[in-house]
């Protein structure tokens, strides 16, 4: 009897188990699908048709799929939903939203978002204008 409880046992654990070893999860790639850059707007495109904006940006830092970007000085265009709200991170109180049209050449941005592979774009998720405090 005391046999049987242990294969049980042993059973609910392995059942338990499998599921997250074979998803995955806490593997030392990590997702590669998403990206994240920190850079500096080079160029902002906002079509009046289609259902996304566009932002040239020359990135600083970034996830490894952005790395060859920075060691390169290469710019790279960050694809954005026109539904995205782009969200301006201010000192206290913290932050706002605004339109894509108040970002300008030289302003400092995170982004966050997908990697769509076959077509080679980056599509954001997140956008996020990062103001500093005046002196």
């Given at each position: 009897?005391?046999?049987?409880?242990?294969?049980?046992?042993?059973?609910?654990?392995?059942?338990?188990?499998?599921?997250?070893?074979?998803?995955?999860?806490?593997?030392?790639?990590?997702?590669?699908?998403?990206?994240?850059?920190?850079?500096?707007?080079?160029?902002?495109?906002?079509?009046?048709?289609?259902?996304?904006?566009?932002?040239?940006?020359?990135?600083?830092?970034?996830?490894?799929?952005?790395?060859?970007?920075?060691?390169?000085?290469?710019?790279?265009?960050?694809?954005?939903?026109?539904?995205?709200?782009?969200?301006?991170?201010?000192?206290?109180?913290?932050?706002?939203?605004?339109?894509?049209?108040?970002?300008?050449?030289?302003?400092?941005?995170?982004?966050?978002?997908?990697?769509?592979?076959?077509?080679?774009?980056?599509?954001?998720f997140r956008?996020?204008?990062?103001?500093?405090?005046?002196?």
């Amino acid at each position: 009897m005391k046999r049987w409880m242990v294969v049980a046992l042993v059973a609910l654990l392995a059942a338990g188990l499998v599921p997250v070893a074979v998803a995955g999860i806490g593997g030392s790639d990590g997702d590669r699908s998403q990206f994240m850059v920190e850079g500096i707007v080079q160029s902002v495109d906002i079509p009046v048709d289609g259902d996304y904006n566009y932002v040239v940006l020359m990135p600083t830092t970034g996830t490894r799929d952005v790395k060859s970007f920075v060691r390169n000085a290469t710019p790279m265009t960050i694809k954005l939903p026109k539904s995205l709200a782009v969200i301006e991170c201010v000192p206290p109180p913290g932050s706002v939203a605004i339109p894509l049209s108040d970002v300008g050449f030289g302003d400092s941005v995170l982004a966050r978002g997908v990697i769509d592979r076959e077509a080679a774009e980056y599509v954001a998720f997140r956008f996020q204008l990062m103001s500093y405090a005046a002196d």
